[in-house]
């Protein structure tokens, strides 16, 4: 029986579906006296490090907790479960942490993007259990932009590069805590917290060890996801954002068979849009929750959930906030959430202000589950314009000239899934969705949606230019050299499609394969 301590914000279920895949029985904690009977604590930390080490005090497990590890009993902590080891951490100054590891949790100092999210390696630096059948070629799920800082090195079980080398584990006699989420780590994930569940684990050394890791680019499969004339849920596929076709949605298939075919053949991370969100509640659209509940159940990487997520008050005027939907959506399996329409109303107001409010659904939800639990999906259209000085947008020369030979063009936010345009550019929009707190930018394009032709490379590049947050470079992805141009002519740290993964046009394999000698990827995903 394994104990997991769950102090109630994040996506604990995909360790859940984890442990138990690996036919292991979980209790959860419910108070002190339960910490202190575990033979086995699994911590997976997740949020933000204030309002988690707020909650474990308010909940009366900190000192339970300490005297737990104090006892060197076995412990496996992960992500904020690692930060919480340590004296404190710079996310949130005036909260203690437990102490154990002497040192502090700091943020990122680097010119990359921040949060550090992605597929990254490690360099072992102790044997340990954890490395039972491991090559040490590997590559983990890291979704963070605070890493720990141990004041002495011989607790650090495991570094990490990005930019410079930072602590990916550490390791205290049976007290061990990664970084990175096995439970998000694919095969390799899982294959790693069996070894720390099974009793007989021998402690070694991978078989290789690498000395300087790199962060892969990431293969998105997207799913948008709506109910058919029918009333069925099924995946769909626009050509510019229009699904129907001879009048009727197009059906590609089913939510959850097509994610787990996507995982097994080695997607970095799954996308669900419930592309009808701005106009159905997604609470009273229940089918999306169990579609994730489902597919979490099989699915062991990154998942993320957009379509509806805003402030809404149902028939009987009960108000549901933003924060509300997307807990639903985070209990429910997803590690994301993408936030589109609401994302554009919130910079419109923002901009006629100048002022944050503090409640608007990025504030909020970054508040609660960490800024890298945010990402804000951006619908653009282009617009042609003769002459840059004629609009008050961002406006970039481009090389493929408008119909009546314009050489500049911006990109028009769009709302409820493209049909109406706004009066904000694409770049404003991921700048100031970055200062509210986003994690992260999903970045469309309606020109290129389902075209086949590539990706907008002018666009991607105006807005990574224009932000310090990842960027996912999606539409119009058609053959394995368009993921090839978009990771060498931009700095987007993954590339996502649709049309020709649901089609099979292009099997993830077959990218993945065309890639490996030319860009970094994770190759080992079976
Ligand atoms: O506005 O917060 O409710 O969120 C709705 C979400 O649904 C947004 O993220 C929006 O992008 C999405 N959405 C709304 N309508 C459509 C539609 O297609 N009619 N789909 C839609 C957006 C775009 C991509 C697509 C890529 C790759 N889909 O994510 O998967 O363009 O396609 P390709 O590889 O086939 O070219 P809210």
Same mark, same amino acid.
């Given at each position: 029986m394994i104990t997991l301590l769950d102090y109630g914000a994040g996506n604990v279920r995909s360790v859940i579906n984890a442990i138990e895949r690996l036919g292991e029985t979980i209790k959860i904690v419910k108070s002190g006296e339960d910490i202190l009977a575990a033979e086995k604590l699994v911590f997976p930390g997740v949020g933000a490090f204030g309002s988690m080490m707020e909650i474990l005090d308010q909940k009366g497990f900190v000192l339970p907790l300490k005297q737990y590890l104090l006892e060197n009993r076995p412990f496996l902590g992960i992500c904020l479960g690692l930060h919480a080891l340590f004296d404190g951490s710079e996310e949130a100054p005036e909260q203690k942490g %437990? +102490?154990?590891?002497?040192g502090m949790v700091k943020r990122f100092n680097t010119n990359l993007s921040v949060p550090h999210i992605g597929w990254n390696g490690i360099s072992c630096h102790q044997s340990s259990v %954890?490395? *039972? *059948?491991?090559? +040490? /070629?590997e590559k983990f799920y890291f979704v963070h932009s605070y890493h720990a800082v141990p004041e !002495?090195?011989?607790?650090?079980l495991c570094t990490t590069d990005y930019d410079y080398s930072f602590t990916s584990g550490i390791q205290k006699g049976n007290i061990i805590a990664v970084q990175f989420h096995p439970e998000k780590s694919g095969r390799a994930g899982l294959r790693m917290l069996n070894n720390f569940l099974k009793s007989d684990s021998q402690s070694q050394m991978p078989t290789h060890t690498i000395h300087k890791t790199c962060l892969a680019k990431r293969i998105i499969a997207c799913l948008d996801v709506r109910a058919n004339d029918q009333g069925d849920l099924v995946v769909t596929k626009g050509d510019q954002y229009d699904v129907r076709e001879k009048g009727s949605v197009r059906n590609l298939g089913k939510p959850v068979e097509l994610a787990r075919r996507y995982y097994e053949s080695g997607a970095d991370e799954i996308t669900f849009l419930n592309i009808t969100g701005f106009r159905d509640f997604p609470l009273e659209d229940m089918p999306m929750l169990s579609v994730l509940k489902q597919t979490s159940l099989n699915v062991f990487v990154p998942l993320t959930i957009g379509g509806g997520i805003r402030d809404y008050t149902d028939a009987n005027g009960k108000f549901y906030s933003a924060l509300d939907v997307a807990s639903s959506y985070f209990r429910s399996g997803a590690d994301k959430v993408s936030i589109g329409s609401d994302a554009v109303v919130i910079v419109e107001d923002y901009l006629k /202000? +100048? *002022?944050? !409010? =503090? /409640?608007t659904a990025i504030e909020t939800i970054a508040r609660v589950y =960490?800024?890298?639990a945010v990402v804000i999906s951006i619908d653009p259209r282009r617009v042609y314009v003769e002459n840059p000085d004629f609009v008050s947008h961002h406006v970039i020369q481009t090389q493929f000239p408008g119909p009546n030979g314009e050489q500049y063009c911006w990109y028009q936010c769009t709302i409820k899934g493209g049909r109406e345009g706004r009066n904000v550019d694409a770049v404003t929009l991921a700048r100031i969705c970055e200062m509210m707190g986003a994690g992260e930018i999903l970045l469309n394009c309606i020109d290129k949606d389902g075209t086949n032709s590539g990706f907008d490379i002018e666009l991607i590049n105006a807005v990574k230019q224009a932000v310090s947050i990842p960027v996912i470079a999606s539409s119009g992805a058609g053959c394995e050299a368009h993921f090839l141009e978009v990771f060498t002519k931009t700095q987007a740290e993954s590339a996502l499609a649709a049309g020709i993964f649901h089609r099979n046009e292009v099997p993830i394999e077959n990218v993945k394969s065309f890639l490996k000698t030319q860009v970094e990827i994770r190759k080992d995903f079976n």
């Open positions: %437990l +102490g154990i590891i002497p %954890l490395w *039972q *059948q491991f090559e +040490g /070629t !002495t090195t011989e607790s650090i /202000t +100048g *002022q944050k !409010t =503090g /409640t =960490g800024n890298q």
